[in-house]
């Protein structure tokens, strides 16, 4: 279960605490029995859709609801509430109901769909780590080359091999000479495991060219630091190891970022443009043609 889908059904159990306390005391099958399991279905439908969860994940969340229910019961005491407290629930349940269902979605972010550019002019924060081969590697040893860098995992069965495909579609669109001039740099958030060997393999396993891809790890604090300086946000999921956003950097030749494009749909042919900005001006198809030849 991810950390969005935990809140949620935490989140569930104690709003439904206090309904099950007033349910106890509502006579079975009457209209205040019905609007009291009424607000906490819709209160349940709220925390579905303000936490993005789909109809499987959201199971939990129904279990969190009865259970928080069943407490409630369990947890009333003697006395009959006055009808205040039953409309104050009533209408609490509906007013947090309705802010759910208004706002947006805690995943609305990650939407496949959706992908930024990002252009700027200033030092790209500089790195040295060790790559795929033990070498130490450092951001200054790419100078004279665009440099495109990636963040990524080897364990991942998400994004992250997804991301050389993108950028093998950005290879198809430009030149030979222009090849010459690009570097691809994906840069682990995952120390403990991603040793030089790992790395290696994955790099085998990818078809990613030795000339062409360089993968670098280290410790915990110089990878902490690599991702923080590049913006890139690493959480724990208990499903995927980690969650983080996906971003595209692009270095020029003198060690400037100069365009950062954010999001998984992120198009080719976008990369490919952005890079082809940094080379010097030579003779080549433009990366929507090259993207037309592909496809044909």
Not at 98 to 122: H, K, M, V, Y
Request: some cysteine.
């Amino acid at each position: 279960m991810s950390t969005l889908a935990l809140l949620a059904t935490a989140t569930a159990a104690a709003l439904n605490l206090p309904l099950g306390r007033l349910r106890a005391h509502a006579p079975r099958r009457s209209h205040r029995w019905f609007g009291l399991l009424a607000a906490s279905v819709f209160l349940f439908l709220a925390l579905r859709h303000a936490f993005a969860l789909d109809w499987i994940t959201a199971l939990p969340l129904a279990a969190a609801m009865c259970l928080g229910q069943f407490l409630g019961r369990r947890q009333a005491g003697a006395g009959v509430p006055s009808p205040a407290r039953w409309r104050t629930a009533a209408y609490a349940a509906l007013m947090a109901g309705l802010l759910l269902f208004i706002g947006t979605p805690a995943q609305a972010s990650a939407s496949p769909n959706r992908w930024d550019r990002l252009d700027a002019d200033e030092p790209a924060p500089a790195f040295a780590l060790t790559d795929q081969n033990g070498r130490r590697v450092a951001l200054t040893d790419f100078r004279g080359r665009v440099v495109i860098v990636t963040f990524l995992f080897t364990n991942c069965t998400d994004v992250c091999p997804v991301l050389p495909q993108i950028l093998a579609r950005v290879d198809h669109l430009l030149n030979d000479d222009e090849r010459r001039k690009l570097a691809y740099v994906g840069i682990t958030i995952d120390p403990q495991r991603d040793t030089p060997q790992q790395l290696k393999r994955f790099q085998r396993e990818h078809g990613l060219s030795a000339a062409r891809w360089t993968l670098l790890t280290g410790s915990v604090k110089e990878l902490t630091k690599a991702a923080t300086d590049y913006g890139v946000v690493v959480r724990p999921d208990p499903r995927l190891d980690f969650v983080h956003n996906t971003v595209f950097v692009l270095i020029d030749a003198n060690g400037r970022l100069r365009t950062e494009f954010h999001g998984l749909a992120t198009p080719a042919v976008e990369i490919a443009r952005a890079a082809r900005a940094l080379f010097p001006l030579t003779p080549g198809p433009s990366p929507a043609r090259a993207e037309g030849r592909a496809r044909r």
